[in-house]
């Protein structure tokens, strides 16, 4: 079991930066990946990055590629979203999850954080 409790986000103005927090709780967390999703009003929740606890190994999708990071703090066992040049397009609610490393699906979620992006 892992537990995840995200903190950060809220309203910015376009152009902006936000650093999303997800910290988590549980046994063999260096077997997992952690990931970060966001998922706007009518649409499909959305993959945005990827991190392996166990090496740092960092996976993006390409819409996010250069303006969002995805980091870790092994000793807080804390994942971070840090977002910039935001758009008013990033707006949606933004979740982290973890995986088994070795599986396909994500079965950990946080409760998830809406991020307004004003133009």
């Known amino acids: 079991q892992v537990q995840l409790v995200e903190s950060g986000g809220g309203l910015v103005q376009a152009g902006g930066s936000l650093r999303r927090s997800c910290a988590a709780s549980?046994?063999?967390?260096?077997?997992?990946?952690m990931g970060w999703f966001r998922q706007a009003p009518g649409k499909e929740r959305e993959f945005l990055a990827a991190?392996?606890?166990?090496?740092?190994?960092?996976y993006y999708e390409d819409s996010v590629k250069g303006r969002f990071t995805i980091s870790r703090d092994n000793a807080k066992n804390t994942v971070y979203l840090q977002m910039n040049g935001l758009k008013p397009e990033d707006t949606a609610v933004y979740y982290c999850?973890?995986?088994?490393?070795?599986?396909?699906?994500?079965?950990?979620w946080g409760q998830g954080t809406q991020v307004t992006v004003s133009s």
């Open positions: 549980g046994r063999l967390l260096r077997r997992y990946t």
């Open positions: 991190i392996r606890w166990s090496d740092g190994s960092t």
């Open positions: 999850a973890a995986r088994f490393t070795s599986l396909v699906e994500y079965n950990y």
